[in-house]
């Protein structure tokens, strides 16, 4: 499998929605799934910033970053890697572009959030240097 890394375009929009809707834990129920447009508007803000790594053979994407880009700072947002592509380093490869990108921007530091329970991203993450911050319940809603 021969993987390319970029950044996401529209034409990702409806491969985008998939990965995104792949874990429940994301949205919170199946009422609040993504939507093409939810996506497309994601693609739109200059302040967003999306990495997907592709297969280019299958025109297939098999992960994704987004985040964030403020003043002071960046935020991971989404890191998504489909299960039968994991252990490749997919992964790694798309945090060292988003991680890139982030000191290209002058920013040195990134802020993620995780589920209390998702011992995988946490490892990862451990691994990666980043440090456990307090504790947040994260809460929201579709309007």
């Known amino acids: 499998m021969s993987i390319q890394l970029r950044r996401a375009e529209e034409k990702d929009a409806r491969q985008?929605?998939?990965?995104?809707?792949l874990d429940?834990?994301?949205?919170?129920?199946?009422?609040a799934l993504f939507t093409e447009v939810?996506?497309?508007?994601?693609l739109a803000r200059e302040d967003y910033?999306?990495?997907?790594?592709?297969?280019?053979?299958?025109?297939?994407?098999?992960g994704l970053i987004t985040g964030r880009i403020y003043r002071e700072y960046a935020s991971i947002e989404f890191f998504i890697v489909e299960e039968a592509?994991?252990?490749?380093?997919?992964?790694?490869?798309?945090?060292?572009?988003f991680e890139k990108h982030v000191k290209s921007c002058g920013i040195g530091f990134v802020e993620t959030m995780t589920e209390t329970e998702n011992r995988?991203?946490?490892?990862i993450l451990e691994k990666r240097g980043y440090r456990k911050g307090k504790t947040f319940v994260h809460w929201f809603s579709r309007c």
Request: aromatic share 6%; net charge negative.
């Open 16 to 21: 985008l929605m998939a990965l995104l809707n």
């Open 24 to 31: 429940i834990n994301i949205t919170g129920s199946e009422e």
């Open 38 to 42: 939810d996506v497309l508007d994601y």
């Open 49 to 62: 910033i999306v990495f997907v790594a592709e297969d280019v053979k299958a025109q297939q994407l098999s």
């Open 85 to 97: 592509c994991r252990n490749q380093g997919i992964g790694t490869a798309l945090f060292d572009c």
């Open 120 to 123: 995988l991203i946490q490892n």
